[in-house]
């Protein structure tokens, strides 16, 4: 059951949101992979139930019910596979996006996969067939540059997903897709977690060397490590979902503590999903070791910056609702938060952003805000702010 269209919401503020999802459609790789691997490829199958799901190499991969739920009564938001017509268009239809995005007053999106690909692409990383998992990757990207990216240009932010297969052809990857328009890239936020040579190694240098030359940004989403800070096997799933910002928290420090701000000075990385209430702590942190601690520990930082200054040079920050937390983004840093809608999934604020965001960020000054909500996304990503669509009430 989808409900009906909400009114139209007044755009009170610009907003270029940094995390948003997109669930791939039924025929994102027909006539998208070699000829061999045609048969091969993920399709929808529909089971003796009617339920619709992926298939790829002999597993069935459901489109979770909570993975899609906007549009939707909240009584039926559950963990239950669901099909694409239970889905809100705009799920999965990059025209049906953009009248949702205006809906809400959205300016422009940055969109991750979703449970077939995994939102780094570790799904296809693990393929039985290397050479497949590589041609869906592509795949991938293709569809997302040609058929919704490359729909609304002005609209969306180009994502690619990483191939984790092999750093050497990671890095080519890049440095083509960079060339076809991609601003960001989709890697495991603990890559180690997933089966890869961890980040604090050179293995992975070809690909973060080629991001920083590309200027493309490296997305780590949380969930991407396939890690939750639980400590108890019995743990409920609401567990690991309260505990998001510190698989952020745990990812930044990974990052910073393998030293890829010292060797990739240029390097920008962003927390996707993390939250920022921690960030302010982690920075107070940084600055007691460096006053009491660092010169026992040995610690190599020498290249003329500290720790607690490359997480606020290298790192930026997305929060969805901090609001106890909000406050310390001068502390952070009011060039490297930005934020987020998670849209379609159940944590989004659509289709009553502007309201959310009014109630946020109320107590920020004028220039803040404007810097949270599209500038800092806009110069990260190097997107221009679109014109604003005739459809989007504007205060």
Request: hydrophobic share 40%.
């Amino acid at each position: 059951m989808l409900l009906p269209d909400p009114e139209p919401r007044k755009q009170v503020y610009r907003l270029i949101s940094v995390d948003d999802h997109l669930c791939e459609p039924r025929d994102m790789f027909e006539g998208r992979v070699p000829a061999r691997f045609a048969e091969s490829a993920p399709r929808i199958v529909e089971l003796d139930s009617g339920v619709e799901v992926w298939e790829y190499e002999g597993e069935r991969i459901p489109n979770i019910g909570l993975n899609a739920v906007v549009g939707r009564p909240r009584e039926e938001w559950n963990f239950e596979p669901t099909r694409f017509d239970e889905m809100r268009k705009g799920a999965w239809d990059p025209h049906a996006r953009v009248a949702d995005m205006d809906l809400a007053g959205i300016d422009a999106s940055l969109c991750f996969p979703s449970l077939l690909a995994g939102f780094a692409g570790t799904k296809f990383a693990r393929s039985k067939d290397p050479e497949l998992g590589l041609a869906c990757v592509r795949a991938w990207n293709d569809w997302h540059i040609e058929e919704w990216a490359g729909a609304y240009p002005d609209r969306f932010i180009p994502l690619q997903i990483s191939w984790l297969g092999d750093p050497e052809i990671a890095a080519e990857e890049v440095r083509r897709n960079a060339a076809r328009g991609f601003k960001a890239v989709s890697f495991p936020e603990g890559v180690a977690k997933v089966g890869f040579p961890s980040v604090h190694t050179t293995h992975w240098d070809p690909f973060f060397r080629a991001c920083e030359e590309t200027e493309t940004v490296i997305c780590l989403h949380t969930g991407t490590g396939e890690w939750h800070a639980t400590l108890s096997p019995e743990a409920p799933i609401q567990q690991a979902t309260s505990l998001f910002p510190i698989c952020g928290l745990a990812a930044a420090a990974d990052f910073l503590w393998a030293r890829i701000p010292l060797r990739f000075p240029n390097i920008k990385i962003a927390l996707s999903e993390g939250g920022i209430g921690w960030v302010a702590m982690f920075i107070d942190r940084l600055e007691f070791m460096e006053i009491y601690e660092m010169g026992s520990v040995g610690n190599d930082w020498d290249a003329g910056i500290k720790p607690s200054e490359a997480i606020r040079k290298n790192f930026w920050f997305c929060t969805i609702d901090d609001p106890s937390t909000i406050s310390t983004v001068d502390r952070i840093g009011v060039d490297h938060v930005m934020v987020e809608v998670d849209y379609p999934h159940a944590s989004s604020t659509w289709p009553d952003t502007q309201d959310f965001l009014t109630r946020r960020l109320g107590g920020l000054d004028v220039e803040t805000v404007e810097k949270v909500t599209w500038k800092n996304a806009s110069t990260l990503f190097r997107h221009p702010l679109p014109k604003l669509p005739a459809s989007i009430s504007a205060a």
